[in-house]
């Protein structure tokens, strides 16, 4: 690389902008303990699968293809559920688990029911299929989805959709509210 010549005129401007300089004696670096950063707890992981319980308890008989399937905790008010069938829950959060086999549906489902109610969701949208392809007229993810969202703890009620919004092949659910958003 070739040396670039400088005029004296850039040479002055150059030692008047830098100002004055001074010899560096040493050329190590003495560290202080007030420079470290603090640290933090990593967040855990969080397993969706413990959102499910084990419990025998919910026994659910097999679901037809036109069959409509609701579901309501304990505890709650019938009128909840009369509206969840209407649509008066605004709706925050949709997912389309068509065409998905079971173990990836199951861990879409269950990732997007933790970050609904982590986000503050109250109502979602759960498009699951008819079923048309499946063998004896038993549709398999809709099978499936009537027993997760009955063991997921976050699940408060479900219900068939409105034919405008999926009819039998896609549910409304109504989810608990995260603490952090209890008033």
């Not at 420079?35 to 992981?45: C, E, G, R, S, V």
Request: hydrophobic share 35%; glycine share 8%.
């Amino acid at each position: 690389m070739a040396k670039k010549n400088l005029t004296p005129e850039d040479s002055d401007l150059f030692r008047q902008t830098i100002g004055k300089v001074h010899a560096v004696k040493s050329d190590k670096v003495l560290l202080t303990e007030g420079n470290k950063p603090k640290p933090y707890p990593k967040t855990p992981a969080v397993n969706v699968e413990d959102h499910l319980s084990t419990a025998a308890e919910f026994d659910v008989e097999k679901l037809g293809i036109e069959d409509s399937m609701s579901f309501m905790a304990p505890g709650l008010q019938h009128s909840v559920l009369k509206k969840l069938r209407k649509g008066q829950f605004g709706l925050d959060a949709e997912i389309d688990l068509h065409g998905l086999n079971s173990v990836e549906a199951k861990r879409q489902l269950l990732h997007f029911l933790h970050d609904s109610v982590k986000d503050g969701c109250r109502c979602v949208h759960i498009v699951h299929g008819k079923g048309y392809r499946s063998e004896g007229n038993h549709p398999v993810l809709k099978n499936n989805l009537n027993l997760w969202l009955r063991q997921h703890q976050d699940v408060q009620a479900f219900c068939s959709a409105p034919p405008k919004d999926g009819g039998t092949g896609a549910v409304f659910v109504l989810l608990q509210l995260s603490g952090k958003y209890d008033a």
